[in-house]
């Protein structure tokens, strides 16, 4: 039944609250809360800027929400410590079960289908080792648009040929899961952090607390 | 050069925080917790919804956004308290200055533009008495899409018969400022918050603290 499977890879595969301790370095004390609203403006000027049609890469975006969270929290923007910050993307954590987990899914099709930039995603899974477990880096630059547009998600079916309800896409971001879900996937929901299901109207097919979880009740299904 | 003014009505005309109150009559406690969640989750549900081609109208969003409130924060969902939280949407505070203001903006044509259905946000003009200050008012549920589509702003440019250069859009939220600049619209943005300015590459063409400042400024130009 699932034939291929598409993994997000921020806040999915690779830990993007892993650069806490790197603002903590540039910004002592302020660490956690740079991270959480770093994030939370990265993914609200992607919406945005999709919905403007004004889009930049996330490479970019990223920078733009750094910019604003320090701002927004009175601290000094230091072209230094942005560009320090900035690399800490390049080398975020990937989960320890990710690797264990692909062998899991078996001989199967495998993408890492994300809102980041080739300059931006590639390098971190050639650092950890993730890119002899994929056969594609699809990302949403190539349609110029953010998830949740549908077009995004069309990319799988494209590269992979293989049609949306026999891939099972793999996020832990629940409005994520819910676009996939809406497009037609089916969908595992990696709760990493506890959370309810965003009320958008859709439920995932899966839910797990980490990769290996889910591995198991594909499996098993 | 300014021949029509559009507001926005939640958070520039309208408190979206007075619900606190209420909130915390509810759930005693959580009342501050609740009213930022909530309106931060509705934001994001009317971009997520519009992204997926998912429109309900903001009604059904500001509901979602209120359950997926409870339910992070722990807190039951008990039906009689949605039913009087959802209740108190219909009787947000007007900011103080709003009605003073809109004498100082002159004869100029006048007109709400809001993500809001006509259902929850004509009860509330009438209720404050802003009706007889506005010549109309025109909601996103019209093209079935939340801003920062273009299509909502270009509700005022049709129904106001106004070029979108010489119409003055003004709103305390720099989401929507940035929306309605990239669009084109004259743009006032009330910093109510004293936020620093979304990094979405647009900035607004007045800045002001609250709606009399704003007039000042733009009869001064």
Known sequence: MIEGIAFDAYGTLYDVYSVERKCDEEYPGSGAGISRLW??????????????????????????????TLAELGLPADEGKIEALMASYLEL????????AMARFGARKKAILTNGNLRMIEP?????????????????DEVGLFKTRPEVYQLAVDHLGIAREHLLFVSSNGWDVAGAKAFGFTVGWLNRRNLPPEELGVRADYVAGNLLELAEQVEGA
Request: proline share 2%; glycine share 4%; with cysteine.
């Open 39 to 68: 994030r939370q403006k990265q993914l609200e000027y992607s919406w945005l800027r999709t919905l403007m049609g004004r889009y930049v890469d996330f490479w970019h975006v990223t920078e733009d929400a750094l910019r604003y």
């Open 93 to 100: 954590e990937m989960y320890p079960e990710v690797i264990e």
């Open 124 to 140: 971190l899974v050639t650092r950890t080792g993730l890119d002899e477990h994929l056969d594609s880096c699809l990302s949403a």
